[in-house]
């Protein structure tokens, strides 16, 4: 299918793991980038690629794929963590691009 | 440092149209693709369209296909979305975005992003 699909809602413990997973066909031909989006802010790079962090994103953040499934693994997580996260990844035909519908995370 | 100043939004009627720019600064605009992402109100982040680096192609998301028409100024270092025939689904924040790798093709990885200007189609 042309879309990805992710929980609407998660929540960890601080200091806790937390996995925030994406699924999608189109993730078995092409790796998905994650974005943390805070309130009233433009979202922000996390995680590209196969496991790539852009300069300044803690490496607490980590990402993988198996299958039609990406995951985004924040591994002790922060206060600062408690944001909205999005995976994006080309459609099957490779030129356009499509978002997941975001995850809340909650960091309790 | 790279910065994406968007402008151009504002109220307009169901069928009107709208220019928006999205000024880049900090970066030769012209080595890399550039995409625009819209969100509406309480909403999550929506695809819309996206250029390569020198503007030879251009890519939409099926709900803007026809109605909005992605271009770029490499010489003003600046990106535009012309929105016409515009629909109350349209009412949105629009970001432009910069693809992350100086290629020209990568329009997924999006580094940096403006802050957005609002576009609200209402009557």
């Known amino acids: 299918s042309s879309e990805l699909t992710q929980d609407p809602a998660v929540s960890v413990a601080l200091g806790q793991t937390v996995k925030i997973t994406c699924q999608g066909d189109?993730?078995?031909?092409?790796?998905p980038s994650w974005y943390q989006q805070r309130p009233g802010q433009a979202p922000i790079l996390v995680i590209f690629?196969?496991?790539n962090r852009p300069l300044g994103i803690p490496d607490r953040f980590s990402g993988s794929s198996s299958g039609t499934t990406s995951s985004l693994t924040i591994t002790g997580a922060q206060a600062e963590d408690e944001a909205d996260y999005y995976c994006?990844?080309?459609?099957?035909?490779?030129?356009?691009?499509?978002f997941g519908g975001g995850t809340r995370l909650t960091v309790l | 440092e790279v910065q994406l100043l968007e402008s151009g939004g504002g109220r307009v009627l169901p069928g009107g149209s709208l220019k928006l720019s999205c000024a880049a600064s900090?970066?030769?605009?012209?080595?890399?693709?550039m995409t625009w992402v819209r969100q509406a109100p309480g909403k999550g982040l929506e695809w819309v369209s996206a250029?390569?680096?020198?503007?030879?192609?251009?890519f939409y998301a099926d709900p803007v296909k026809g109605r909005f028409t992605i271009s770029r100024d490499n010489s003003k270092n600046t990106l535009y979305l012309q929105m016409t025939s515009l629909r109350a689904e349209d009412t949105a924040l629009y970001y432009c975005?910069?693809?992350?790798?100086?290629?020209?093709?990568?329009?997924?990885?999006?580094?940096?992003w403006g802050q957005g200007t609002l576009v609200t189609v209402s009557s």
């Open positions: 189109s993730l078995t031909s092409f790796y």
């Open positions: 250029i390569s680096g020198n503007g030879d192609r251009t």
């Open positions: 900090g970066l030769t605009l012209s080595r890399y693709a």
């Open positions: 994006n990844s080309r459609d099957s035909s490779g030129q356009r691009v499509m």
């Open positions: 690629g196969k496991n």
């Open positions: 975005a910069k693809g992350l790798y100086p290629s020209g093709t990568e329009w997924d990885y999006l580094d940096n």
